[in-house]
């Protein structure tokens, strides 16, 4: 079997100097020349000897895994700068069973899997040449990346029929440099409105639901998730037209074959409507033998458009520790940020002979939120025109132990399910506290979609008033391929909105259900810049596990 290989997307480049002090580094494209479906073993087994020099194997096992064979596309590149007019280049692909109607040019070239290449002498531009060729799978798998085009018509590879169909997505052309990122600010309104998707808990294909229901409360036959899911947030996106959406965690299910088709899929319903968006790991993102590296994931989703995704700073456990700040409309007299949002790697399960058990918050992340949040407190109050009521969030996938404190308060929504976090508590709501955060936002535990304060704290720092906060809030659980059900009662999927009001100083949540036309259990969190104890509205009845 040929070994992995390791072709560089990009090439040695030349460079062109000029009589300017600065010199211009021009770094040539690379170009696809052919292309070829290797299926091991091989017969005769010298079919697929390539020079690992000029060819590239696309990481992804095309029958994902599940054959006694194993089959891979591969593409020969060529730098731009090294092709002559009498060179050929890939200008077009065709997945048919047929041939394609002949070209007036070179003809069509066969390849297993039903693929069909058409060549043509190099132009001097690669305007019209395959620059780039990758695998997706499944019937519902789409490629939200700039001038990828995927191709309707599966590979065909006589494989098993209920595993998802791979599928080619094709770029022609140089690609076009990545827009700037958006910035987050207040709207016109005078309100930003963040919503949270959790546990969507995307498949390599369509998955399964095994326990919707009706409008009525009744139990649905088994059906495709992953459909369901992409429709239930484009619904909710259409309702709401948030300014942000956190994607707060376990994104893909566990134990998938193809990461990157399954992120594709959630994250497409904002880029479709060009709403920023950011995401946080959760303990099922990266379990199994084939799923991408936090690393791998991360470098997908921040080359995404209108991703505000950030990989964190490197020496601090965990991927995707950042803040974002929204900022006051343009023609505001000062661009002084009125909210800072956290995001933090929650990490995943470890082993544990009881109950599952995770690995808490990090004294490395801990450290840096504390200087961060800090330092950006010293820098917003040392300006004149600073806003007192600057609110400040934190989102992050698995709940910290205070969740399912015996003494929690909760307000609005329910705990259908024990609270399932680390047994260590490595104090990070201590800190929380400290820095006047004003709510932690989770996921994972999926019937769980309340919104709890627990008893006044006091400060460490000389200030010794009583004070709420933080709140502790579920996003309960969007997606219909993770569970939404405890013991043998099912719950409505849903989502959860946050809406901040600067001039009031005021944060206002509220949750989007299944079938319900209206707000479902609104709470206001913050008022005039301070963390409310809601008066009356404590949920005698919740179910509080210690």
Known sequence: MLRVLDFPKVFPSKTATSSTPHTATVVAHPVVTDLAVCIFPTVPPSTCELDPQIWRRIEKELYLHT?????????KLANE??????DLVVTDIIVSELPPSPSSGYPWESQPGGIWVLKSKFSGAIDQAVTEVDVLFGVDAVDPRPQQVLMESPLQLNAQPELPVARLSVRRGRAKPRPDQPTLRVGADGKFKTLLISDTHMRTGVGVCEDAIDADGKNLPESEADPLTVGFIGKILDV??????VLTGDQVHHDIYDTQSALFKVVVPMIERSIPWVAVFGNHDSEGPYALSRTEQMSILQNLPFSLCESGPEEVDGIGNFYLQVLPPASA???????????????GQIPSTIRPDYDP???????WFTKTSQALRRTREEDDNHNPSHLAMVFQHIPLPEFGYRGLRIYKGHRREPTEGPRSNSGFYKTLVKERISGLFCGHDHVNNFCALLPQQTQQDGDKTPQFGPWLCHTGCTGFGGYCSYGKKRFYRGARVLELDPSTGSLKTWQRVEFALNRVDELVLVDSGAVVDPPGEEDKGSCIVS
């Open 333 to 347: 007299p000062s661009q002084l940020p009125l909210s800072t949002l956290y995001f933090l790697d929650s990490h």
């Open 67 to 75: 054959s006694q064979q194993s089959a891979w596309l591969y593409i």
């Open 81 to 86: 700068e090294d092709l002559a007019a009498e």
């Open 240 to 245: 709401e037209k948030p300014d942000l959406v």
């Open 361 to 367: 918050i990090k004294q490395s992340q801990i450290d």
